[in-house]
Each structure stands twice: as structure tokens, then as C-alpha cells.
């Protein structure tokens, strides 16, 4: 009986039994089709970036690199080196990229002795710092010296007697004229938008809508309420006599004109994101602060403005990397003129991609990208790390 009971023990199973799997290889199985999902979930994103990123950037380097030109039954590519940037920082679209360079008067120097000694006293304090480091100076020294260059090219051309912007001035004053107008205005509306008053739900909600607008859509709009003869504000510009006044034509007034309607549009993000902080920070260090016996100027600028600090260096490096890219408004209002007033480095791409100079209109692009690296590079080392440093 104990013979046949083994025998039947050790038999082969009938046909469609599985023994089931120990705890073991449960584990070892379920480990192998993680390790793979892994790998199958991963490469459509490294595929997508491969595709529409690191592919056309490779591309594009080669495009700055080469001259193009179609030819019977298609195009050709010739290659010629750095002949594409050379054009622009000393070939014939010197002029059009960095501008006219006149020496420049009193206040240009005086701006350029400020702005070294600011720069001088920042490499002292790193060297004298806990956290220095020559590779940290070394590259702290690199960013000095394209500050100290480019405060230089806006010397030359703002700031001089018959010196006139290129477009990489023109599109830092955009830059960095928008960014202050529309964090300044920005925190000015949230802070309003955070108070106890009447209809403040109507108005969050009319911020956000020239948002959600198509930049050209929008740039189209803006020309038509600013025009001073047809537009739907003609009355008000009679009333303050600006009827005959022509801001496209007007260097200065066509950059104020884009920024108006570049901050119009992008205040809302600002906006919205610094209500929210407001409205999260903790009521309890407001409430100690008034027992105390603060005022409100004592209130926002102990308080509340530190603890924002975070998520403002955050949005206005956002906004300054966008507003690199800015396009839309002066390609529809001005055109990018008069003359290269108006004309930013992303509108000069655009203009010589349409003329087919599609190896100046890459070079372009790659000195655009890195302008905005350097900057945004600049922002973080110069302004977010030290408020980072100055609230831990």
C-alpha cells in the first residue's frame, strides 16, 4: 500500500495541472517584470526626447555650421565652419546683432564702474566664504566676465551718443524690463487679491483671461486697442492729445508698447502663484507680529515677502528664460522696427529663416540659446542661491 501511495506521489501530473510557485520565485518573477516594465514605460519618453529634442538640436548645430542653398532637384549643405557666427560679431550682421558701438558718455561709465565694483565685491565675498573653491571660481570668473561684457555692448549702444541697440540689447531690455514690471505688478495684484474686498473673485478671474489667449491672437489685439486713430480707445487718446503720436515709429515707445502687452499677457502667472503662496503662508506668525505691535510695511517686508522668496526666484527664472523667446508681439506690432528697434534675437531667426538663410538663422538660435543659459546660469548663482542661503 505505502509502495503504491509513492508510486502515485511521484507520478507526473495530469495534463493542464501547474504546481503552484513558491514564495521564492513569486519574487524573482514579480522582480524580472518590474526590472522590464521599467524599461518598457521608460523609452517612449527617452524615444520623445531623443526625436523632438536631442535629434533637432544636433541638427540645428550642424545647420549653424553650414551654409544652405537649393540646388536643381533639391538642397545642398555646405559646410563652413564658424563663417555664420563670425557674420554676426564681425561680418556684415555685426550691426544688426550687437548694434552701433559709439563711446559712451559720463553716466555710461559711471554704470559700468557700478556695476564692476558690484561684480569685484561678489568674487571677494566668495573668496573669503566658507564654500570656496577654485573650480567654483573658476567658473564664478567666467560669469563676471560675460556680465562685465555685456554691461559693456549695453554701454556702447544705449548708453552712447549716436549709439543704437542690436538685437541682443533689444532683447535684454525685454527681458529684464518685463520680468521687473511683471513681478512688481504681479505682487502688487496678489497682494490686493489676498484682502477682504469686494468683488476680488471677478478680478482673479480677469487676470487670468489675456492668459489663456494665443500669443499671436493676442499681439493682434493689442495692436488694434493701441491704435490712435481707429481703435476702440480713439476718445482717450484725443482727450490726452496723442491722436498724431505714432509709438510704432518711436524707438523707445514701441519697446515700452511690448512690454505693456507682454506684461498684459504673462502677469497672470505671476500672479497666480504668489496668491497662492499668500494665501497658504501660516496666519499665526502674522497674528504674533501684530501683538507685537508691527505695522503692515513691517509685516510684508519681515514676513511675508521672505517667506515668498522661494517661489519668486522660482517664477521670475521662469519668466526670464520665456521672455528670451518673445516673438509674437514685435513681429505683429512693429515688425520689428524702426529700424532693429524692436527686433529681438527669436524674431531674427524668423526673419532669416523666411529668407532662407537658414545657417545664420541657426547660428542665431545657438547664440540665443546661449545667451539665455548664461543668464538664467547668472540668476541662479547671483539672486536665488544667496536668498536660499539668507532664509536657511
Avoid at 113 to 130: E, H, K, T, W
Avoid at 214 to 236: E, N, Q
Avoid at 303 to 319: A, E, K, N, V
Wanted: aromatic share 12%.
Amino acid at each position: 500500500m505505502n509502495v503504491e501511495q509513492q508510486a502515485q506521489d511521484s507520478a507526473p501530473p495530469e495534463s493542464g495541472f501547474v504546481a503552484p510557485l513558491s514564495v521564492g520565485q513569486s519574487q524573482t518573477l514579480l522582480a524580472g517584470i518590474d526590472r522590464y516594465a521599467s524599461k518598457v514605460f521608460l523609452w517612449p519618453a527617452v524615444l520623445s526626447i531623443l526625436v523632438l529634442s536631442i535629434f533637432p538640436l544636433i541638427a540645428s548645430l550642424y545647420l549653424s555650421l553650414a551654409r544652405f542653398k537649393f540646388v536643381k532637384g533639391g538642397f545642398e549643405l555646405n559646410f563652413v565652419g564658424l563663417a555664420n557666427y563670425q557674420k554676426l560679431v564681425a561680418g556684415s550682421q555685426k550691426t544688426q546683432f550687437l548694434g552701433s558701438l559709439k563711446t559712451p558718455g559720463l553716466l555710461g561709465w559711471v554704470v559700468l564702474g557700478l556695476i564692476l565694483g558690484a561684480l569685484a565685491l561678489f568674487l571677494v565675498q566668495y573668496i573669503r566664504g566658507s564654500k570656496f573653491s577654485v573650480s567654483g571660481l573658476f567658473w564664478r570668473g567666467v560669469m563676471v566676465a560675460g556680465m562685465l561684457l555685456f554691461t559693456w555692448l549695453v554701454v556702447h549702444t544705449l548708453l552712447s551718443e549716436g549709439g543704437s541697440p542690436g538685437t541682443v540689447v533689444v532683447t535684454l531690455i525685454f527681458v529684464f524690463g518685463g520680468t521687473i514690471v511683471q513681478y512688481a505688478l504681479g505682487l502688487s495684484l496678489a497682494l490686493a487679491a489676498s484682502q477682504k474686498l469686494p468683488g476680488r473673485r471677478f478680478f482673479r478671474v480677469l487676470f487670468i483671461v489675456p492668459m489663456m489667449i494665443s500669443p499671436v491672437a493676442f499681439a493682434y489685439m493689442f495692436r488694434m486697442l493701441t491704435d490712435p486713430k481707429t481703435g476702440p480707445f480713439k476718445p482717450l487718446w484725443q482727450m490726452l492729445g496723442l491722436t498724431d503720436y505714432a509709438w510704432s515709429v518711436d524707438p523707445w515707445g514701441a519697446r515700452v508698447a511690448i512690454i505693456i502687452g507682454d506684461t498684459w499677457q504673462w502677469v497672470a502667472l505671476i500672479f497666480i502663484f504668489l496668491l497662492a503662496a499668500l494665501e497658504s503662508q501660516p496666519v499665526q506668525l502674522l497674528e504674533a507680529a501684530v501683538v507685537d505691535g508691527a505695522n503692515r510695511w513691517q509685516l510684508f517686508w519681515h514676513i511675508t515677502l521672505p517667506q515668498l522668496l522661494p517661489i519668486s526666484t522660482t517664477l521670475i527664472l521662469i519668466r526670464l528664460i520665456e521672455s528670451f523667446k518673445i516673438v509674437d508681439l514685435p513681429l505683429v506690432l512693429t515688425g520689428g522696427g524702426p529700424g532693429v528697434a524692436t527686433k529681438s534675437l527669436s524674431l531674427q531667426v524668423v526673419v532669416n529663416w523666411r529668407a532662407l538663410n537658414l545657417g545664420e538663422a541657426a547660428a542665431v538660435a545657438y547664440m540665443l540659446v546661449i545667451i539665455t543659459t548664461f543668464f538664467a546660469l547668472c540668476f541662479i548663482v547671483f539672486v536665488r542661491n544667496r536668498a536660499v542661503e539668507k532664509l536657511s
